[in-house]
Structures are given as structure tokens and as C-alpha cells.
């Protein structure tokens, strides 16, 4: 039997988990790497902030007058 060969409670039937290891362990083409993300905050998510506490406080003031 073929099931042998697959540790007990590790067996991925249609093989994603191997298939995405493949992928996310190749090596960046042309021997480059792609450049590391800043590790500081993006300015999209604090636009996003700001915009919902905008929104928040509009609803509260819109349900308080």
C-alpha cells in the first residue's frame, strides 16, 4: 500500500502543502532578492486610521445631536 509512506496525521492528499514549500523555498530569479519591506508604519494604514476615527466620531456626534 502506498499509505505507508506518509507519517500518520501528515498526510496532504492533494499535495498544496509541498507544492507551496516548492515555491516559497525557490530561489528569487536572477539571483536578486527583493528588497525587505520598511519595518516602520505605512502611510496607508494611518490614512485608514484616521479615516475611521473620522467616521466614528461623525457617528457619535450625528447620534448625539
Same mark, same amino acid.
Given at each position: 500500500?502506498?499509505? *505507508?509512506? =506518509? !507519517?500518520? &496525521? *501528515? ?16 530561489? %528569487? ?5 527583493? !528588497?525587505? !519591506?520598511?519595518? &516602520? !508604519?505605512?502611510? &496607508?494604514?494611518? =490614512? &485608514?486610521?484616521?479615516? %475611521?476615527?473620522?467616521?466614528? %466620531? %461623525? ?7
Amino acid at each position: 500500500m502506498a499509505d *505507508n509512506q =506518509v !507519517p500518520q &496525521g *501528515n498526510h496532504d492528499p492533494a499535495g498544496s502543502t509541498q507544492m507551496f514549500r516548492a515555491f516559497v523555498d525557490e530561489p %528569487a530569479q536572477g539571483g536578486r532578492q527583493a !528588497p525587505a !519591506p520598511s519595518s &516602520g !508604519p505605512r502611510v &496607508g494604514v494611518i =490614512v &485608514g486610521v484616521i479615516a %475611521a476615527v473620522v467616521v466614528v %466620531a %461623525a457617528v457619535v456626534w450625528l447620534a448625539l445631536a
